[in-house]
């Protein structure tokens, strides 16, 4: 008997045309209006009629796009970092809590995704305004003879940026932590190891994959976050997502906003790709 007749086709073997819907969708959606966006900042002009370099040569000549890109990317890092510490310790508690705090804390954790944008951070401007929780509480205390200027600052906007995502760091590290065998640390601790070394030659070794993944997913919210960067920062910070829509729509200069909204998407792509060759350096490090 031929076997090969019988034989059905192999699990793989599905026709492309099941990808065509998404395929279409992801061209319609995201590769058309790239495209736009790439073909819109050639123009020389607002009026769109003539092509050349010169909102590019704009970009790289003015003395303030750069610096402002600058301050964005910055601004990623600082909120990242503060991120990256008060998720390691959230993270670390939750998986070393009983199986019923592990309940409530994950509910802690994810509850903020389950909220607006919009609602948190307008929550962050009652907490931080002159006449806001914050200063209440010092000046009740005695602390302070006034109240602080805490909104509108650059630590407050790095404060609000944290708490909206946070749940983006604490995620990843506590799968990263979740996965690591608890005899590495008690071998280590028999081999007279402090908790300290422990932590730094064994734990934080090995949840890299966690914090490479964390520190990707916040600084990318953190710098394109439109809606917290305007209502906290105020007017006197200016980042690229403001900038961006105060050429676009305040301005009309569409060219010269396609133009920053490229540099600012391949500026972000530099930092992810350089965030991925970090980890893969890190899988290396692990597997040796």
């Not at 998404?22 to 790439?38: E, G, K, R, S």
């Not at 070393?96 to 389950?114: A, C």
């Not at 790095?158 to 506590?174: D, K």
């Not at 932590?177 to 280590?188: I, T």
Request: proline share 6%; hydrophobic share 55%; with cysteine.
């Amino acid at each position: 008997m031929n076997t090969a007749a019988i034989k059905g086709p192999p699990a793989t073997g599905y026709s492309l045309a099941f990808a065509s819907p998404l395929a279409a969708f992801f061209v319609l959606f995201f590769l058309a209006p790239l495209l736009l966006l790439v073909v819109i900042s050639f123009y020389a002009t607002p009026d769109l009629k003539s092509f050349g370099l010169d909102q590019y040569i704009k970009i790289a000549t003015d003395g303030f796009t750069l610096p402002v890109l600058a301050d964005t990317l910055w601004l990623g890092v600082q909120t990242t970092l503060l991120c990256l510490v008060l998720g390691y310790a959230l993270a670390w508690s939750y998986v070393r809590s009983p199986r019923t705090m592990q309940k409530v804390l994950m509910l802690i954790i994810v509850m903020p995704l389950l909220t607006s944008v919009v609602v948190r951070t307008f929550a962050w401007v009652v907490i931080l305004g002159r006449q806001g929780i914050v200063n209440s509480m010092l000046m009740e205390m005695g602390w302070i003879p006034g109240p602080l200027k805490l909104l509108y600052t650059r630590g407050g906007l790095i404060v609000a940026l944290a708490n909206v995502q946070l749940p983006l760091m604490a995620l990843p590290l506590i799968t990263a932590l979740q996965k690591l065998d608890p005899n590495l640390e008690d071998a280590s601790s028999a081999l007279g190891a402090s908790a300290l070394r422990t932590f730094v030659r064994i734990t934080l070794p090995l949840t890299l994959p966690g914090i490479l993944a964390g520190c990707l997913l916040t600084f990318a919210a953190s710098i394109t976050a439109f809606i917290s960067q305007s209502l906290i920062g105020g007017g006197q910070m200016l980042f690229m997502p403001m900038y961006i829509y105060q050429q676009a729509s305040s301005l009309q200069n569409w060219p010269f906003a396609a133009a920053i909204s490229l540099v600012f998407l391949v500026a972000v792509m530099a930092c992810v790709t350089l965030l991925n060759a970090l980890g893969r350096l890190s899988r290396g490090h692990i597997a040796d």
